[in-house]
């Protein structure tokens, strides 16, 4: 453990050292390197919640294991992917080759899941582990997962599919957080694979038409481009859903050239950036952030796609510097006002405080590197000068 805390450690003390007295928040101002922020941050992530006997990544950063944490281990994988397509660090690949038996043998042999959700983070996050290392493995989950996905489109109200298998109200409640991943999936999965693919019948960019079309007539306000899960209940408004109906509609972009589908992620984003926000700071903040809670996760999936859309060559510069700047806010005052640096990095789950106990839960970890690994990826092709 000695060992563990002095790598995190050190990582963490050039971070630090590079921190200056220049951004401009009621005055104050960081210049921070971010490169060095993601290598601490992601670092510490892996020293400190990667279950090394088990492979697969504990609960919190003490080593709690919650047997049926099945949805942040996908989100773990993709953190993964992000520090290794960035670095080329062999201990990133190492974990994306373990991740495989370990996450399969906890999930009871197989990444089969009652939720289709939750089925759909790990498609997406498997497609990305082989792309990003050529582990043949993942190419055969991620197709096995998006089975089992359409297996659950349910034509019933209008299509769609549903939160889970059960044949219960809940269980057939359909939104975003099932729809948003398995339109983002049939979209990547067009992409590579093209009209050899055929699953249920459809190829999948008939799949990504039908799935993205009932989400923007069922779940989206056309005029603003809110996300909803109830029309009426803001409270069912989070980052996450926003995320990955912008993050699917980007993906239509890049098929059809259609701007229709541009400006869908625009507006959403737009609508995001300003409504789920601390109204103090302007930090992006989904209202029900809690110790050790799903929705402490929700901001860095939101955080991964709208990276995405402002490398995209085509979004407009305007919105683009806007964008830059919402996501260099939040990460300026996450790093230096909602983390703790010693003798690791670990932050809260409002990005605005540090933790205020010693437990930090893996939910709320990941989404904060999220956040890191994208201010350096920004950082890197030029999106941030500094």
Same mark, same amino acid.
């Given at each position: 453990?000695?060992?563990?805390?002095?790598?995190?450690?050190?990582?963490?003390?050039?971070?630090?050292?590079?921190?200056?007295?220049?951004?401009?928040? @009621?005055?104050?101002?960081?210049?921070?390197?971010?490169?060095?922020?993601?290598?601490?941050?992601?670092?510490?992530?892996?020293?400190?919640?990667?279950?090394?006997?088990?492979?697969?990544?504990?609960?919190?950063?003490?080593?709690?294991?919650?047997?049926?944490?099945?949805?942040?281990?996908?989100?773990?994988?993709?953190?993964?992917?992000?520090?290794?397509?960035?670095?080329?660090?062999?201990?990133?690949?190492?974990?994306?080759?373990?991740?495989?038996?370990?996450?399969?043998?906890? &999930?009871?042999?197989?990444?089969?899941?009652?939720?289709?959700?939750?089925?759909?983070?790990?498609?997406?996050?498997?497609?990305?582990?082989?792309?990003?290392?050529?582990?043949?493995?993942?190419?055969?989950?991620?197709?096995?997962?998006?089975?089992?996905?359409?297996?659950?489109?349910?034509?019933?109200?209008?299509?769609?599919?549903?939160?889970?298998?059960?044949? #219960?109200?809940?269980?057939?409640?359909?939104?975003?957080?099932?729809?948003?991943?398995?339109?983002?999936?049939?979209?990547?999965?067009?992409?590579?694979?093209?009209?050899?693919?055929?699953?249920?019948?459809?190829?999948?960019?008939?799949?990504?038409?039908?799935?993205?079309?009932?989400?923007?007539?069922?779940?989206?306000?056309?005029? @603003?481009?809110?996300?909803?899960?109830?029309?009426?209940? #803001?409270?069912?408004?989070?980052?996450?859903?926003?995320?990955?109906?912008?993050?699917?509609?980007?993906?239509?972009?890049?098929?059809?050239?259609?701007?229709?589908?541009?400006?869908?992620?625009?507006?959403?984003?737009?609508?995001? #950036?300003?409504?789920?926000?601390?109204?103090?700071?302007?930090?992006?903040?989904?209202?029900?952030?809690?110790?050790?809670?799903?929705? &402490?996760?929700?901001?860095?999936?939101?955080?991964?796609?709208?990276?995405?859309?402002?490398?995209?060559?085509?979004?407009?510069?305007?919105?683009?510097?806007?964008?830059?700047?919402?996501?260099? &806010? @939040?990460?300026?005052?996450?790093?230096?006002?909602?983390?703790?640096?010693?003798?690791?990095?670990?932050?809260?789950?409002?990005?605005?405080?540090?933790? #205020?106990?010693?437990?930090?839960?893996?939910?709320?970890?990941?989404?904060?590197?999220?956040?890191?690994? @994208?201010?350096?990826?920004?950082?890197?092709?030029?999106?941030?000068?500094?």
């Amino acid at each position: 453990m000695h060992k563990i805390l002095l790598i995190a450690g050190a990582a963490l003390i050039l971070a630090c050292g590079k921190i200056k007295d220049v951004y401009n928040d @009621s005055s104050i101002k960081y210049n921070i390197d971010w490169t060095t922020a993601a290598d601490s941050s992601s670092t510490s992530f892996v020293n400190v919640y990667w279950n090394t006997t088990k492979h697969h990544f504990n609960n919190d950063n003490f080593g709690a294991v919650n047997q049926f944490d099945y949805w942040p281990e996908a989100h773990g994988l993709d953190v993964l992917v992000d520090a290794y397509k960035r670095t080329g660090n062999a201990l990133y690949k190492d974990r994306i080759n373990d991740f495989y038996e370990g996450v399969k043998a906890k &999930n009871g042999g197989s990444f089969y899941n009652n939720y289709y959700d939750d089925m759909g983070w790990h498609g997406m996050a498997h497609l990305r582990a082989f792309e990003a290392t050529g582990d043949a493995r993942y190419e055969a989950s991620a197709k096995q997962l998006w089975q089992w996905i359409i297996a659950g489109w349910n034509d019933s109200d209008g299509g769609g599919v549903p939160w889970n298998h059960e044949n #219960t109200d809940a269980g057939r409640s359909k939104g975003i957080p099932a729809n948003g991943p398995a339109a983002i999936i049939a979209a990547r999965r067009w992409q590579k694979y093209g009209t050899a693919e055929v699953i249920g019948g459809l190829n999948d960019l008939q799949w990504l038409d039908k799935i993205y079309n009932w989400m923007k007539e069922h779940r989206v306000v056309q005029q @603003s481009g809110r996300v909803y899960e109830k029309l009426n209940d #803001t409270k069912g408004d989070w980052t996450y859903n926003a995320g990955t109906y912008m993050g699917a509609a980007l993906e239509y972009y890049n098929i059809t050239g259609n701007k229709v589908y541009l400006n869908d992620a625009i507006k959403t984003a737009d609508w995001t #950036t300003s409504t789920l926000i601390n109204a103090n700071n302007k930090v992006l903040s989904d209202w029900a952030e809690q110790q050790d809670h799903d929705v &402490n996760l929700f901001k860095g999936i939101f955080v991964r796609y709208l990276t995405l859309l402002i490398r995209h060559k085509d979004l407009p510069e305007t919105n683009r510097k806007r964008y830059v700047y919402f996501l260099k &806010n @939040s990460a300026q005052i996450l790093w230096t006002a909602g983390a703790a640096k010693s003798p690791v990095v670990l932050f809260g789950y409002h990005w605005w405080q540090a933790p #205020t106990e010693s437990k930090v839960a893996l939910r709320t970890q990941l989404s904060a590197c999220m956040l890191m690994e @994208s201010l350096a990826l920004l950082k890197a092709e030029g999106f941030i000068e500094q």
